[in-house]
């Protein structure tokens, strides 16, 4: 009985952990997702995450109030993201180029302001679990929906940050297939002369998906830094932001594919912290690499390649064909 509790818990443990790490994992490749699907490949999304996580980290510091590191992250992020449309779509450069450079200067100066505006790992009291106690909604009774058995742990103690990620799944699904907004977003990505043809703005739809992309990037760096670890450290997205690209190809370019390929890449993360808690006889080593190989699986298999924009790295140039 014993031994059947502990499996329990320990099975209870990975899930809860899964859908907790997903957080970050929801909001880069949402935002990246709808960049791709006008057109725009950002493969600086890890950098702009780490300027995110600082400045909502250093926000929440100074203030004590997660939420305006949450909004310094928004903005932080939204600043990178039209920095990256303007060099992409306005001068036209190469997008994995550009991207890469876009990584290495969000790489350094988080870094830099790190060692310069704080000069040590500190801690901060960010956004806490839910919970959804009753007392909160002004039932006099100290039972909290999170202490419901198996799944109050699961699904009711996580913080504001990881329901807003999962609230976007959704969101992001209507607009795309529901909205004009999302008619042009697809049309610009799967042929852009024809949607310019129509008085579709190429470049302003690619300006606005892009600076979303970045702004979204910017709150999944806050949510490590001020939801998720509640520190920060240099390079600690530590390569989730690559991750968080190829998930957008592992989805298929839908919600629905990044939520469960989101969930699949913290499962299997969570379940190499557990390996490494319980002290399994699995060298440390490997099971780290555990995510990182999913990556490589998932950029291998051809799941849903029909589905990518076939203008995806494409510049355009009006009036050409």
């Known amino acids: 009985m014993n031994e059947n509790l502990t499996i329990l818990a320990i099975v209870l443990g990975i899930l809860h952990s899964g859908i907790r790490l997903a957080t970050p994992y929801l909001y880069a490749s949402l935002g990246e997702m709808f960049g791709q699907r006008s057109g725009v490949l950002n493969l600086g999304v890890e950098g702009i995450m780490l300027l995110g996580a600082f400045f909502g980290f250093f926000a929440t510091f100074q203030t004590g109030n997660p939420w305006l590191g949450f909004l310094a992250a928004m903005v932080v992020g939204a600043l990178m993201g039209l920095l990256m449309a303007f060099i992409s779509v306005t001068l036209k450069a190469e997008q994995g180029i550009s991207g890469i450079g876009l990584y290495l200067f969000g790489l350094g100066a988080s870094s830099l ?15 806490a679990p839910l919970n959804f106690c009753l007392s909160s909604v002004g039932i006099d009774s100290s039972f909290c929906l999170s202490q419901v058995p198996i799944a109050g742990d699961i699904v009711f103690s996580h913080s504001v ?3 807003i990620a999962y609230a976007l799944v959704p969101i992001s699904a209507w607009v795309l297939g529901r909205t004009t907004i999302g008619l042009k977003i697809k049309a610009v990505g799967q042929n852009p002369e024809a949607a310019d043809s129509l008085g579709v703005s190429v470049d302003r739809t690619r300006y606005m998906t892009v600076t979303f992309g970045g ?16 520190i920060f450290q240099e390079n600690m997205t530590n390569g989730l932001g690559f991750i968080a690209v190829a998930l957008v190809y592992f989805g298929g370019w839908s919600p629905w594919g990044v939520l469960v390929g989101a969930l699949l890449f913290s499962t299997v993360n969570a379940l190499q ?24 699986l998932a950029l291998a298999l051809p799941i849903r390649r029909a589905a990518q924009p076939a203008a995806l790295t494409r510049p355009f140039t009006r009036g050409e064909n």
């Open 215 to 230: 702004l979204m990037a910017g709150i999944a760096g806050a949510s490590l830094s001020i939801s998720l670890l509640n």
């Open 273 to 296: 912290l557990w390996a490494q808690v319980l002290g399994l006889n699995i060298p440390s080593d490997v099971a780290v690499m555990l995510p990182y190989l999913m990556t490589i």
């Open 113 to 127: 302001l790190f060692k310069t505006m704080l000069g040590t790992v500190e801690g901060v009291s960010g956004f």
């Open 161 to 163: 940050m990881t329901y």
